[in-house]
């Protein structure tokens, strides 16, 4: 039995070192990733429910690793939320987001919105106020046309700090959406308090809503919730026409899925504008 249990112990010690070496591996390989500049943006479009047109792009980062190939964002933001790499990570996605929308606006293309996600890290980076506007005023992008993306977890955290990062920002004409709404922890009286302008209906919500009675009313007090806060609401996750409809009978205001388009190269977006502007 004592023999077993070192064997046991031996097996997790070496299951455990495997991990940590994976670990420090993908650390290793993040770090210079960063410094070589490996990464990439893909964009999603955002549609207006009502009349069908292109109002945003969400940024949505993706490493294009060496060896590997394209790495999806689960598979690293956290690390690099953990080692601290998201600030100067956060700061490429958010020139490149910003440049590639001016470039846009100046081939003359509908003039759309860049919505961009900001982690936990970057928000508590007392130079955050100064990066965003440092990046405006490179890339020459209107601040109008830049959504940032929080989450409940990031602002409940410290609410009246973020109230005090959130207003200062909104004053300079940034807006903000709330992400993933509805899977974090949030207070409702803090809700009506934070300068926000839109609320995403998380995926996890929407994927079931013509099928599941619980997401349906969790969908609609949502959209209901936004409204009689003079919130834009937006649903995340779109793959089926089923669930479109559903969500423009219920006045959603925009959609963003699979339905429309997935997330795409920068070339692809500006196909999808014209195409979209001709309809
Ligand atoms: P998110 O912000 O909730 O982004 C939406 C995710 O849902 C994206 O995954 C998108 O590709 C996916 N998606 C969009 N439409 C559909 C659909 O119809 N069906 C399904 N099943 N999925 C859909 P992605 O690009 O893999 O990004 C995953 C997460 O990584 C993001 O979730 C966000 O939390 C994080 N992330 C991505 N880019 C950045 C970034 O630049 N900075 C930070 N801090 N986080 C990022
Ligand atoms: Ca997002
Ligand atoms: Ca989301
Ligand atoms: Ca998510």
Redesign the pocket.
């Given at each position: 039995a004592k023999e077993a249990g070192r064997n046991t112990f031996q097996f997790y010690a070496a299951e455990m070192n495997q991990r940590l070496l994976a670990r420090l591996n993908l650390e290793r390989d993040l770090r210079q990733a960063v410094e070589r500049n490996e990464f990439l943006l893909h964009y999603?479009p955002q549609i207006n429910l009502t009349n069908g047109a292109i109002i945003g792009v969400e940024?949505?980062?993706r490493w294009r690793q060496p060896e590997q190939g394209i790495i999806?964002?689960?598979e690293f933001?956290p690390l690099a939320e953990e080692t601290g790499l998201?600030v100067q990570l956060?700061k490429w996605?958010l020139r490149e987001a910003c440049r590639q929308a001016r470039a846009w606006h100046d081939a003359g293309l509908p003039k759309i919105g860049i919505s961009v996600?900001?982690?936990a890290r970057q928000f508590r980076e007392p130079g955050l106020k100064q990066t965003i506007l440092d990046m405006l005023a490179e890339t020459g992008l209107e601040a109008r046309f830049l959504e940032m993306?929080i989450t409940e977890s990031m602002v409940m955290f410290d609410p009246e700090g973020a109230i005090a990062v959130l207003d200062e920002l909104q004053q300079q004409g940034i807006t903000f959406a709330m992400?993933?709404f509805g899977t974090g922890y949030s207070s409702l009286n803090y809700l009506k308090r934070f300068p926000i302008h839109k609320l995403k209906i998380d995926?996890s919500f929407v994927r079931n809503i013509t099928t599941d009675s619980n997401d349906a009313a969790i969908t609609n007090a949502v959209i209901e919730l936004a409204h009689g806060l003079k919130l834009k609401v937006i649903a995340?996750?779109?793959?089926t026409e089923e669930q479109r409809s559903f969500l423009r009978a219920h006045q959603c205001d925009e959609m963003?899925?699979?339905l429309f388009s997935r997330?795409v190269p920068a070339e692809d977006i500006v196909n999808l504008l014209i195409a979209n502007n001709q309809l």
């Open positions: 999603q940024a949505l980062v999806p964002p689960d933001i998201i956060g996605v996600n900001l982690s993306e992400d993933d995926q995340e996750g779109v793959e963003q899925g699979y997330p």
